[in-house]
């Protein structure tokens, strides 16, 4: 059973920054390719992020292309977000998942169907 687990969300001022983590146990971790998705209050779960198995390819939505910054330690079995100048607007629950279907070490995922286990979520609050 692949559990992962969320933390490192919170309340900050627009203009701040964050860093999410994700730990990732019951699977081999770098067998795994890792995401992540928010999801704001009325709104669909969109895709934020995604990193491949070897951690040397990335991908980002437009939107936070620039800000943030998806990285894992596969040591560790952790990914992390780094999220920089954060606006209200993002504002959402954080999502981090994991596709274990993906042979490539240097592929990754972006649609949300892609992946077949999720965490919690933390939640990302920004006040204006």
């Known amino acids: 059973q692949v559990q992962l687990v969320e933390s490192g969300g919170g309340l900050v001022q627009a203009g701040g920054s964050l860093r999410l983590s994700c730990a990732v146990s019951?699977?081999?971790?770098?067998?795994?390719?890792m995401g992540w998705f928010r999801q704001a209050p009325g709104k669909e779960r969109e895709f934020v992020a995604t990193i491949s198995r070897s951690g040397g390819n990335t991908y980002y939505a437009d939107s936070v292309k620039g800000r943030f910054t998806i990285s894992r330690v596969n040591a560790k079995s952790t990914i992390y977000l780094q999220m920089n100048s954060l606006t209200p607007e993002e504002t959402a629950v954080y999502y981090c998942?994991?596709?274990?279907?993906?042979?490539?070490?240097?592929?990754?995922?972006?649609?949300?169907?892609?992946?077949?286990?999720w965490g919690q979520g933390t939640q990302v609050t920004v006040s204006s």
């Open positions: 998942a994991a596709d274990a279907d993906v042979y490539y070490s240097t592929a990754y995922s972006t649609r949300r169907s892609d992946y077949d286990y």
């Open positions: 019951g699977r081999t971790f770098t067998s795994l390719v």
